[in-house]
């Protein structure tokens, strides 16, 4: 189903005739507005696919184009650039190169779910908002964002360990993201932890933030894991 908003179309295309005569008639004010048309021949047929693989777009497939998840959409009642119904239609046409224009807004999905909520057909739009947020980090087309930084740091620790430490990810975070180390919010959080907290359970998390144990039996586990990751990968980027 073919999209038509003007919103879409690069003003550039779009003529506005102050009077027109078409085959003697006069039709100004009627037809007065015409599209340039424009040839595409970069229809990428594997790309549904691809976005498929990631697991929160398995269902890219279903959308019929209702429109309900854009206008429910918090961000499209703000900026009517963001939409998601447009970017699952380029999607499923495979028009990587249209969706590329719009790299700096469609990472802005704040996923309140409104879509997902309303989408008569279970796309769940918000996770195709967020797998192709994800292609363009993995593609390099966007760097990655601090959400995904703090998503990859806290993987690995858990890869690793079967357990997260919170010291630990924090600092990782903000080396990784350039970021301070010493933050007024962090500062206050652990003056109220040691004024509040048992000394029991301080001792308790300063060791587990200086040796980082492991679950127990974790090694065979975490490997699993790592290789379904890896395989999973694998089909996104093969
Ligand atoms: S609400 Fe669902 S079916 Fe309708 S356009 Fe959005 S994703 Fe497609
Ligand atoms: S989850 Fe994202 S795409 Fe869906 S309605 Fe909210 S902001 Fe819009």
Known sequence: MPIHE???IE???ILTKESLVVDGVDVSGHWNTMILPRTITEYDDTFEDKIKQYPTAANVHR??????CTNSCTVYALNTRFNPRYWIYLTRLGLKDELVKDKD??????SCNKCTNICPKDVRPEG????????????????KRPSTIFDEEFWEQIAERGRIEEGSILM???????QPLKQDWLVDVVKRMTK???LGALIHSGLHFVFKPKVKSWDRTGQVLKEYINEKKGAVHG
């Open 6 to 8: 003007k919103s879409l």
């Open 11 to 13: 003003p550039e295309r």
């Open 105 to 110: 807004i469609i990472w802005q999905c704040v």
């Open 128 to 143: 195709v908002m967020k797998a192709l947020a994800h292609w363009m980090e993995d593609e390099g087309i966007t760097e």
């Open 172 to 178: 990782n975070f903000f080396k990784k993201t350039a």
């Open 196 to 198: 509040h907290l048992p």
């Open 63 to 68: 959308c019929w184009q209702c429109g309900s």
